[in-house]
Every structure is written in C-alpha cells, then in structure tokens.
C-alpha cells in the first residue's frame, strides 16, 4: 500500500504553538520500522490549476507570496513562511497521489492531510488548501478525459474528524456529484457551521459504543441517497480519548473498530478508498500516533483483500484465455 508524505517540510513555529507538528515525522519513522507493507513516497505539490479547480486565484497567489492580510493568516493559525505555503501545496498533492493509487486498485493514504476547514477564498483551523475538494475535482476531470461515455466520477467525503468539515460542505453545498458526510463533536470547533450532505453531531463525552452505532446509521443513510465510486476518508485521531481538543471518548478499540467498519464499507462495495490523518492534538503525542498506526495496520488488512482478489481475478483470466486459445 502507497502512503504519502511531506513532512520534511517543517513549519517554523513559534515555542509553545498547540499544532503537533512533530507527529507527522514520527508517524512515517514508524510506518518505515513496523509496517512494511507500506511504501512510503514523497508527495509531489499540487500545482496552480490543480488548486485552481476549488480556490480562487486570489488566494492562491496570496498564499504563495506571501500576501495574505494578517486577520486571515491568523485565521488559518500558522505564520505564514515558504514552507507553509510548499507544505499546503504538498498536503494537497499527496492525497490526489492517493486518490489516483487508490483508484488503480485498492486503498491509499496521506500521512497528512485532513485539511477540511479550507474554503475557495481562505484557510482556517491549521488548513491552508482543501485537499480532499482539490482531490476529489481533479479525480473527476481525469475520470471525465479517460472515460467520456461512462458518466461523471461520484465521490463520498467521509469526515470521521472529530471537528465538522465546514471549507469541505461549503464547497459542495451545490454540487450533487460529491456527497460529504461528517460525524463531528456538537460543541466543538467550527462554531459556525455548514451543513453538509450528512452531519451527524455528537455530545461530548460520547463514547464507543453510541459513536459506532451513529456512524453506522450514517453509512446506511448515505447509501440510500448515493452511489459512490471513490471514497475519500478523513482518518482523524482526535476523538480519541487522550485528545485535548476533541472532547470525545473513544479508546483506541474505539478508533480500530470505526476505522475497520469504513473500510469494510468500501471494500465490500469494491470502493477505492484514499485516506488522510487528519486532526490529532493528543496530550500524549505518542497516543495519537498509535492511534494513526492503528489505522494503517486496519488498511494494510484492506489492501491485501485487494491485492489477492487481484490476483484471483487475474488468474481466471488467464485460465479463460488459455481454454478460449487452446486447440
């Protein structure tokens, strides 16, 4: 299974910022000493037009320069600096690498990425660029030149983030061919909300057993109203118990158990899945990265029913152009 990764590109920030952004650094070390199965690549940054297809080239070309009026670099929670704005670009394109391995056949995965409170014009919340609306749009337009009689690509948002994915609804309120679902902390960051195809808001405090039972209903909820071809998962660590800002309580089975029944979900419909990490501000760091771990040990699982129903279907091919062939 690909995963792919920016974090060489380290914000500079300032002694005492609540972003962890060590944790993206711990997360691939321990991806490359535990799990194997997981190739890890260097994602490549989105370009301009690929940017272009959700953000105005106002923003763009004010994140990139530099130019942004001081009220929405404060907003978006990050000083701004060249690797801010190369690391926003590689976040992007690191689940667009993911969507596009995923559609080949399987599952997929951003180290980073998540980055749901970004709108067309303005980041917010630690999200500079929308990378799952920048993903999804151009998985799209490349579905669209490679397959001109087969319909438009349809694709599941599913924001497992504890905070509701408000730059990700905003941008799909009119678009039918995306549908977002977010499963979210009711009294918890973004205080004004948009709504989504699907919210499903949560108490604080909920734990395991009502977050599954919520998230099951929505599963079956979206399945009613859409057929996707593409899912895009929104892995987030932060409803995890130990989390500071979450305000949820599921254990880490919690965690396991919700990442498995997304996947189940897709695997059993034969979905590519790509995922992104997403939010994770444990008191412990070391716990939102087991968490996240958790989550790639639940997809390398999914990859390999994947790849072995590859290889059966392969080989009936074979088998049937050898019978077909044979004198």
Not at 119 to 132: L, Q
Not at 250 to 270: C, H, I, K, N, Q
Request: glycine fraction near 8%; charged fraction near 25%.
């Amino acid at each position: 299974m690909q995963a792919f990764y920016a974090d060489h590109f380290v914000l500079p920030l300032p002694t005492g910022h609540r972003f962890p952004m060590a944790k993206y650094a711990r997360l691939r070390e321990r991806l490359s000493r535990e799990l194997p199965q997981v190739e890890l690549c260097e994602a490549q940054p989105a370009s301009d037009g690929e940017l272009a297809l959700v953000h105005t080239p106002t923003y763009i070309d004010a994140v990139r320069s530099g130019n942004l009026a001081p009220a929405a670099q404060r907003e978006i929670g990050f000083p701004w600096s060249p690797a801010m704005a190369e690391r926003a670009r590689r976040s992007v394109g690191a689940t667009v690498q993911a969507c596009r391995r995923a559609l080949a056949g399987g599952l997929a995965a951003n180290l980073a990425g998540g980055t749901h409170h970004a709108y067309a014009d303005k980041g917010s919340g630690f999200c500079v660029f929308n990378d799952a609306a920048v993903a999804a749009r151009l998985m799209q337009a490349e579905h669209a030149r490679a397959n001109r009689a087969r319909g438009m690509l349809r694709v599941a948002i599913v924001d497992l983030d504890v905070h509701q994915g408000n730059g990700t609804a905003k941008i799909f309120a009119n678009d039918d061919s995306v549908f977002t679902l977010s499963l979210h902390g009711a009294k918890n960051f973004p205080f004004r909300k948009e709504p989504s195809d699907l919210d499903v808001e949560l108490p604080d405090g909920c734990g395991d057993t009502e977050y599954l039972e919520a998230l099951e209903c929505a599963l079956e909820e979206m399945e009613r109203r859409f057929t996707p071809g593409l899912v895009i998962y929104l892995a987030g660590a932060d409803p995890h118990e130990g989390d500071r800002l979450g305000r949820l309580k599921l254990t880490f089975d919690g965690m396991e158990a919700r990442d498995r029944r997304v996947m189940d979900w897709a695997w059993s419909r034969r979905l590519p899945l790509a995922f992104a990490m997403a939010g994770g501000y444990g008191t412990d760091m070391e716990a939102t990265v087991q968490v996240q771990m958790n989550t790639y040990h639940t997809a390398v699982e999914y990859q390999a029913r994947w790849l072995a129903a590859s290889t059966t279907a392969a080989t009936v091919r074979g088998a049937s152009h050898w019978h077909n062939s044979a004198p």
